[in-house]
């Protein structure tokens, strides 16, 4: 007898040992009907599994039965989180096979509206698998599928299945290498679908894309965050993007870091900034723009634009004209709320311009990536793990996204310098944070809580160099219950 998802969720079975092969994904593209769920998530997958003599992973297991838990409660609109780098417990990443079951079990269930597999191995077989659940299933409005080995074919198949998908409101394809062929097709589906409105093809060797970009911008009206960070884009990409942005009126969110745009790039961007309305936030992190470029943003920040809310000028080799030039700006410019400099070059000036913002309060600690602090009677910055992309690459593995305990671990590897404080929203108000679950249900981590990390540093700049003898440790460790 089939029973509803309110009905008690079945008991959980000790399940069979896996079978010694795995079968190909011959049979999952030959059996096309889709059964509808008998009792459980968790139960349906099981007998799935079985009936394909598919092995059965006890972390998906654990993780659908959460889920039967929150769908007794009468919680609706659920993410189901699947994600690879899950640290809390012992993972085995999906595959293409199991993508394909996954899928099975999404098809009718109204109950889930958000599939997050992010760092999973589920390839252009998956992706095949993933085009046919957008054509089929009309309540997914999220999809992750960020890192999960999607070449050129599988980008090719998930963007012609956008061109008929009408409910899809957020797609992650960052760091998949569908290369200029499979970000071609994104570019062609942009000037036809009209639901899509965030999009992340970041770190997805794509080269030269933003010819093909910019006419889409021409034509698309629905899209409001586009990332195209790493597409080695320079300053005539720039240029393609800013032309197109002149006649677009809905993008509010653009990432073009990571793209070695220099101050030339920026004459075109600070142009564009007068007269167009709608850009909310613009991240030009790892770039090098130096103080020239910061001067034309300064300059049409103070005097022209009023609708820019974020910036992020993260490692540009700014030194402290560009730096002090851009905090001036925000002494005229009431609209800017959130600047993130760290990375740069600071000298004494730049510390007292942005302590004295910080202390007067026009800016905001919970919006910088700096933090003010005073040793020997000189004026210091320290680093807050608070930056535009704090949860862009990771997610906290407790607590809410923007709370002090969800702050461990956040810097980003490789930096030259983190400090564990308190938590901060990025752009409150504006976005949340891209690698933010639209639901709080599942989080996965990709750190350590702070109490095993030990007592944070400080590490601090002055007069461009970092000082050695004046670490200021702190212990930032506190009681968020």
């Not at 993410?79 to 993972?91: E, Q």
């Not at 997805?204 to 965050?225: A, I, Y």
């Not at 195209?228 to 720039?238: A, E, F, L, R, S």
């Not at 070059?345 to 003010?372: Q, W």
Request: glycine share 8%.
């Amino acid at each position: 007898m089939k029973r509803s998802p309110q009905q008690a969720r079945p008991e959980s079975r000790t399940p069979p040992s896996a079978p010694s092969t795995t079968p190909t994904p011959a049979w999952a593209a030959a059996d096309d009907s889709a059964a509808e769920p008998i009792g459980g998530l968790q139960e349906y997958y099981y007998e799935l599994c079985m009936e394909k003599s598919q092995e059965i992973k006890p972390f998906i297991l654990h993780i659908l039965q959460e889920v039967d838990g929150e769908i007794e409660k009468g919680l609706a609109g659920i993410t189901l989180n699947v994600a690879g780098n899950c640290h809390l417990m012992p993972v085995e990443r999906v595959t293409g096979e199991d993508f394909w079951i996954l899928c099975r079990i999404l098809e009718n269930n109204p109950y889930i509206n958000g599939l997050d597999v992010r760092y999973n191995l589920i390839s252009d077989v998956g992706a095949s698998y993933a085009a046919k659940l957008l054509q089929k299933q009309h309540n997914l409005i999220y999809l992750n599928l960020m890192f999960n080995d999607i070449g050129p074919e599988g980008g090719e198949l998930i963007a012609k299945a956008l061109h008929k998908n009408t409910t899809l409101k957020h797609l992650r394809m960052t760091g998949n290498k569908i290369e200029n062929e499979g970000g071609m097709f994104f570019a062609a589906m942009l000037q036809i679908n009209s639901s899509l409105e965030k999009l992340d093809l970041g770190d997805c060797d794509l080269e030269e894309s933003t010819v093909h970009l910019g006419h889409m911008l021409k034509e698309n009206k629905c899209l409001v965050e586009l990332h195209v960070c790493k597409h080695d884009i320079k300053n005539y990409g720039m240029k393609q993007l800013c032309d197109a942005l002149y006649l677009n009126r809905s993008l509010r969110y653009l990432d073009v870091s990571c793209n070695k745009v220099t101050q030339d790039g920026m004459v075109c961007l600070a142009d564009v900034l007068k007269s167009n309305t709608t850009l909310e936030v613009i991240d030009l992190s790892f770039n090098r723009i130096e103080n020239a470029g910061a001067n034309y943003l300064s300059d049409t920040l103070a005097s022209h634009n009023r609708t820019l809310k974020v910036l992020s000028v993260v490692s540009n080799n700014i030194q402290g004209e560009g730096l002090v030039a851009l905090s001036q700006s925000m002494k005229t410019n009431p609209t800017l709320s959130n600047i993130y400099i760290w990375g740069n070059k600071f000298d004494e000036a730049t510390c007292v311009a942005y302590s004295d913002l910080i202390h007067m309060g026009r800016l905001k600690s919970d919006n910088t990536d700096v933090e003010p602090f005073v040793v020997d009677g000189h004026v210091y910055l320290a680093e807050v793990s608070n930056g535009l992309k704090r949860h862009y690459y990771w997610t906290p593995g407790y607590g809410e996204a923007c709370s002090p305990s969800s702050n461990a671990g956040s810097g980003r590897a490789g930096s030259a310098a983190m400090a564990h404080g308190p938590s901060r929203s990025t752009a409150r108000g504006i976005f949340l944070d891209w690698g933010t679950n639209p639901c709080l249900l599942h989080r996965q981590a990709d750190s350590q809580p702070l109490r095993h990390q030990g007592s944070p540093i400080y590490q601090v700049f002055k007069g461009g160099s970092i000082s050695s003898n004046v670490y200021y440790k702190v212990n930032m460790e506190r009681n968020s219950e």
